[in-house]
């Protein structure tokens, strides 16, 4: 089916005020009427796509829809499958999220969140305006100070962006929206004020008095603020500042999450399953970078200690890590793969059980490469190829020879394209091997590749339709079928499919490559 019917836009970024205003309440029932323009879901792939309402059906709970591109197929659709043009973007009200998500308490994580419906992988879960944009601009004059603070002695924290966050949420919060961010998790809810809290008001006092003459601060009260800030935000996606979201913030991390996010108008966050779910399942996000789900268990557990807990999801309970390979010693073929505990498990190919000199052999140089490949300078391609080299007669099917692919990658794309592409294919491979669900670092894994493909080998159509196809596929889980991440992929999939460029063989065309 083809989805790029409706035009791609860009998300709005940007805060657009001080404060959220009070949820508004809605109707229980949508108000929809023939004529109406929206965004259902065709149960063809789960997908959303623009239509226009044919006939409301109040008793059923259901709309008839003509599709944009006149496909004949799927037009009933009911009620909680149907969007409004722009409810991909923008926040929803409180009330409407709190239908849809709600948070209950569990016996090992405290409050987490869980989903009150079941939705179908890329459906939006619930859209979320932030409870405040912590960007500079809300006190140029004050973030400047800090900043002048800590290169003077820096911070305990590297960074002034919480404590500047946490005096933002005093200053231009109203009580209601502060109690919102004290409520937050935070380690130690009785933590006594800082060093670095009490050193930054003591300076404000002395030379910004104005300011806490007009709003006054108890220092453990910004403490907890601090606090709440660091364990609970997320980094400004295109400035130096922060932003806390109230339900968002309940969710849980997993190294193999149901969900995935991105961004909306005004900042708004833009929930969406990544997988099935079912009523009640929890809603979990990754509180790491995609690139970090490719690392092993015990580099990811180490980088979640900054959130003071040691995960315990699925994959983090796997006895064996596959994104840990030795090449057998014995057969050469086959992989001895690392057991999350200790020791190798044997070999699949051959069966033999490494022995325990080689296990402490392997382990240790396992431990000399990875302190080699994160000191490697990505833009030294000869190094990081020397260290590849001699990596893949030890490892097979390892984490760090996809971070040396991934240079290389970068490093040839430009001058050597056919290797280039090869250290794609192995990025590829180890990725859906290793961890298989949709990424976006996976999607354009494929959009490249597919890419590559169509300038060396342009009759090799077949193969670069693929790779287009399994990108947009993934781009629209991951961020809707209209965002602009997914609209390059599918461009590159229509103008490949539909040489001619005429409109009516372009939806037939694209129904034809989406349906293979």
Avoid at 64 to 72: R, S, Y
Avoid at 330 to 351: D, H, Q, S
Avoid at 467 to 481: H, T
Wanted: proline content about 5%; charged content about 25%.
């Amino acid at each position: 089916r083809g989805a790029a019917q409706m035009a791609p836009h860009e998300a709005k970024v940007g805060s657009e005020g001080k404060h959220p205003a009070p949820a508004e309440e809605e109707h229980d029932e949508p108000m929809w009427k023939p004529g109406d323009r929206v965004f259902a879901l065709w149960a063809g792939n789960g997908c959303f796509y623009p239509a226009t309402v044919a006939d409301v059906q109040r008793e059923q709970r259901s709309l008839m829809v003509t599709w944009d591109d006149a496909d004949g197929s799927h037009r009933t659709v009911s009620f909680d499958q149907v969007m409004e043009p722009g409810e991909e973007t923008v926040a929803w009200s409180m009330a409407k999220i709190d239908r849809r998500a709600s948070v209950r308490d569990t016996d090992n994580k405290g409050r987490c969140l869980f989903t009150n419906e079941a939705c179908e992988p890329g459906q939006v879960v619930f859209v979320e305006k932030p409870t405040l944009v912590s960007l500079p601009s809300l006190s140029q004059k004050l973030w400047d100070h800090l900043q002048s603070l800590h290169e003077a002695q820096p911070l305990n924290l590297g960074t002034v962006t919480f404590h500047f966050a946490a005096l933002m949420s005093q200053f231009e919060l109203d009580p209601m929206s502060i109690d919102v961010i004290m409520d937050k998790f935070v380690p130690d809810p009785d933590e006594e004020p800082s060093e670095d809290v009490v050193r930054i008001l003591q300076s404000i006092q002395d030379n910004m008095p104005e300011i806490l003459s007009e709003h006054p601060v108890d220092p453990r009260r910004l403490q907890r603020l601090v606090s709440a800030w660091r364990y609970n935000s997320f980094g400004h996606h295109k400035e130096d500042g922060l932003v806390l979201y109230n339900r968002i913030s309940m969710c849980a991390h997993s190294c193999d999450p149901t969900c995935c996010w991105s961004y909306g108008d005004g900042d708004a966050f833009v929930l969406r399953a990544r997988v099935a779910l079912k009523k009640g399942d929890e809603l979990t996000i990754s509180y790491l970078q995609d690139e970090d789900l490719l690392k092993s268990t015990a580099i990811r557990q180490q980088k979640l200690h900054n959130w003071r807990f040691t995960c315990q999801c699925t994959r983090c309970n796997l006895r064996v890590d596959t994104g840990r390979g030795f090449r057998c010693r014995r057969c050469r073929i086959g992989i001895f793969y690392a057991c999350t505990v200790g020791g190798l498990e044997p070999c699949w190919a051959c069966n033999s059980t490494p022995l325990q000199e080689d296990v402490q052999m392997l382990l240790h140089l396992e431990e000399e490469y990875v302190l080699r490949v994160e000191n490697l300078d990505k833009f030294d391609a000869a190094d990081v190829e020397t260290v590849y080299q001699a990596a893949i007669d030890i490892f097979e099917r390892h984490w760090i020879l996809y971070v040396m692919d991934t240079m290389l990658w970068e490093a040839y794309r430009q001058k050597n394209l056919p290797d280039a592409m090869e250290h794609q294919r192995r990025r590829i491979e180890f990725h859906e091997h290793y961890y298989g669900r949709p990424t976006f670092i996976l999607a354009w894994c494929h959009e490249e590749l597919g890419d590559c493909v169509l300038s060396q080998f342009p009759h090799r159509k077949w193969q670069y339709i693929q790779e287009f196809q399994r990108a947009y596929q993934m781009l629209a889980i991951l961020c809707g079928n209209h965002h602009q991440y997914t609209a390059s992929p599918y461009n590159k999939l229509f103008a490949a499919s539909n040489p001619n460029g005429s409109a009516d063989n372009g939806t037939a065309g694209a129904a034809n490559v989406n349906s293979a």
